[in-house]
């Protein structure tokens, strides 16, 4: 189980690390950034097929963390793997790879090469964070970076102005639908006082 644990938390965490190295290390890295960042979703990819393969049959299971305390209320930021997660793991991290290895070629050659490929790398830590983890709280802050890092990408060629219109449309539009996730949160809490979904 723990060894599970750790494999989980790494799968998060290697995009994490791959956008903060391609952020830092813009140009020194060159143009092998996108080599870097695809082979990282590779093993990414690799394991959480053996998260697949150790969880298959097997039931839920949970790893809470405490994360603060309000009043009488003990915050936990809870790991949540069942088999939809697991599939879910699957599927973001095999779509990334492919978007990863088809944007090798398609952004070949442009002077931000590292810089979109670090964005692709805070979109899928994103994403991952929304499956794994099973507190409303801490998957609205990963739904809040999803829509961060979508900006990014769709504003990636800022200098021209239809890349610019559409990345500040779709930042509005999101955080017209943020707001309702957000009531809903907090909605929920008030009937149950918790933010775990299992609750």
């Known amino acids: 189980m723990d060894s599970l644990k750790y494999l989980i938390l790494l799968i998060l965490i290697l995009p994490l690390i791959n956008f903060l ?16 960042a695809s082979v990282i979703l590779l093993i990414n990819t690799v394991l959480a097929v053996v998260v697949a393969i150790n969880q298959m049959g097997k039931d839920a299971f949970e790893l809470p ?5 309000l009043g009488q209320h003990e915050f936990n930021i809870t790991i949540h793997i ?7 793991l699957l599927i973001v991290n095999f779509v990334s790879l492919l978007v990863h290895v088809f944007s090798l070629e398609y952004i070949k050659g442009d ?46 060629w800022y200098e021209k102005k239809s890349a610019t219109q559409a990345s500040q449309k779709a930042f509005l539009v999101n955080r017209i639908g943020d707001v309702g996730f957000l009531v809903g949160i907090l909605l929920v809490f008030s009937y149950f006082g918790d933010f ?4």
Do not use: C
């Open 21 to 36: 190295v391609l952020l830092a290390g813009q140009k020194k890295i060159k143009q092998w950034g996108g080599h870097l």
């Open 65 to 69: 963390v405490p994360w603060f305390k």
């Open 82 to 88: 069942d088999n939809l997660s697991i599939l879910m």
């Open 111 to 156: 002077k931000n090469y590292n810089r979109y490929f670090a964005y692709l790398g805070l979109f899928t830590f994103a994403k991952l964070g929304i499956v794994i983890f099973y507190n409303l709280l801490i998957i609205y802050i990963f739904w809040e970076l999803v829509g961060l890092a979508s900006y990014l990408l769709i504003g990636f």
């Open 196 to 199: 775990n979904l299992t609750t």
